[in-house]
């Protein structure tokens, strides 16, 4: 008899293997987290805070800046004084985020290592600061473009030097606020930092002038050698990587290497010093003469303002029609000064800028001082000694009669008169003369004040 069969029983099979846990979830690169922080942060108010604070200090001055390229570089690095404080404040702020909202653990637990935590936190913070900057820099360009481009073009190696101080705010700033924290700590970084630009008094010319990302002398008649902008760039970039990777790095002795490029860069520019940094530009003193009776000159710097002297200068000019020994020729003088001797018959004059520093701006009459930045080299004396303080007349009747002018003292700017009282005699006087009589007593006049002899003229 056959043994029975076993019975069926329930099935077995092996047990499943569960799926492998990875050891890593793959973190999100460096553009999409900067998508987001620019999409969901406060970075387009920042932005829009950085660019109305630099536009604001550009309109205040826009006499400065509105007529040279090299004018326009040197003013826009000014506005990092404005900024650059600023700019770090807010990277300092976002650099401690994750320590205000007591999410740094689980940061830290991202698979990514600190120096990519480290730069994914700064980029929108460079991003900012680099579009507010770029932002304000074409603003100016477009400003300035229908004076300055009669003479050169814009500057891009001052603007490189620039966004490499953007960088170095920006680090700087995000760096102190990942290690520090706390939420005193913006605005101390922004009192700092404007204290540190405060304190730096060393003289403009020297080297160590050049080391700073703010320059607040006016270096007139001058551009910037080719190699600055791309030291500046080094020397700016070079500290803000270094800073980064001295906090952020594993290994830290990577460093060195951006370190090397800033002191490569620094270094020309301090043995330079403003003389090598800024260099004259001979072009731009070159006179371009055009006009007829009277023939006016100006340099090729200041080409774009020639419509607005040439209003003076007719007017002036019309004053002594058909009078002896009347200039026909008024020549701009050159920024140092240097061959700007008067010729035969030729006036030399000086342009007179906008409304001046701030505090002034309510007492200094600017069209005053233009006017009489024509009339003088017209109508004063050039001597040293023997100058007839009833001179003054002569001025202020000639104030009275362009438009504008009031025919007092007030009228002529910042002139004063040795003799107010013999000064408005002698205007009254040449006021009552008829055209004829005035004529030859102002060739009288113009004789003896090129001879320096002023008995050979009677006081009217």
């Known amino acids: 008899m056959s043994a029975p069969s076993p019975s069926p029983g329930p099935s077995t099979s092996p047990p499943a293997i569960p799926p492998a846990i990875p050891s890593a979830i793959p973190s999100a690169g460096l553009l999409p987290v900067l998508r987001t922080e620019l999409r969901r942060g406060r970075f387009l108010w920042w932005w829009a805070a950085l660019v109305a604070v630099q536009l604001a200090g550009l309109y205040v001055y826009r006499w400065v800046w509105q007529e040279s390229w090299a004018d326009l570089a040197q003013y826009v690095r000014n506005l990092a004084f404005l900024t650059g404080p600023l700019l770090a404040a807010l990277a300092a702020r976002h650099g401690g985020r994750d320590r ?56 891009f190696g001052p603007a490189a030097g620039d966004l490499g101080a953007v960088a170095l705010f920006a680090s700087a700033g995000y760096v102190l606020g990942r290690l520090a924290g706390g939420p005193l700590l913006a605005p101390l970084a922004a009192v700092c930092g404007y204290a540190v630009l405060l304190v730096w008094n060393v003289p403009h010319s020297s080297g160590w002038a050049q080391l700073v990302p703010v320059t607040f002398e006016r270096h007139e008649g001058r551009l910037p050698a080719w190699w600055t902008g791309p030291a500046q760039l080094a020397w700016f970039g070079g500290l803000a990587v270094t800073l980064v990777l001295v906090a952020a790095a594993r290994r830290r002795w990577a460093a060195v290497v951006p370190l090397v490029v800033a002191v490569a860069g620094a270094v020309p520019l301090q043995v330079a010093a403003a003389d090598g940094v800024w260099r004259p530009d001979p072009d731009a003193d070159r006179l371009v003469c055009g006009g007829d009776s009277p023939e006016l000159c100006m340099r090729a710097g200041h080409e774009g303002r020639r419509d607005e002297v040439a209003g003076y200068v007719r007017r002036a000019a019309e004053l002594l029609e058909n009078v002896p020994g009347a200039p026909v020729r008024f020549e701009e003088a050159s920024v140092s000064w240097s061959g700007s001797a008067a010729g035969p018959k030729t006036a030399v004059f000086q342009l007179v800028d906008g409304p001046g520093e701030s ?102």
């Open 100 to 155: 205000r909202l007591g999410t740094a653990q689980l940061a830290a637990s991202v698979p990514r290592s600190r120096l990519q935590r480290t730069v994914a936190g700064l980029l929108p913070v460079l991003v900012c600061g680099t579009a507010a900057y770029l932002t304000v820099w074409l603003v100016t360009v477009a400003a300035a473009w229908p004076s300055a481009s009669a003479y050169g073009r814009p500057l």
């Open 359 to 460: 505090w002034e701006s309510s007492e200094r009459n600017v069209e005053g001082m233009r006017r009489d930045a024509v009339l003088r080299p017209l109508l004063g004396w050039g001597c040293s000694e023997d100058v007839p303080t009833w001179s003054e007349g002569v001025l202020r009747w000639a104030h009275g009669r362009l438009p504008g002018g009031g025919g007092d003292a007030a009228s002529m700017g910042y002139v004063s008169e040795a003799d107010p009282a013999a000064a408005a005699k002698v205007a009254a006087a040449l006021e009552r003369m008829d055209g004829a009589e005035r004529r030859e007593w102002l060739g009288d006049y113009l004789a003896a004040r090129d001879a320096c002899d002023p008995s050979a003229v009677d006081v009217p």
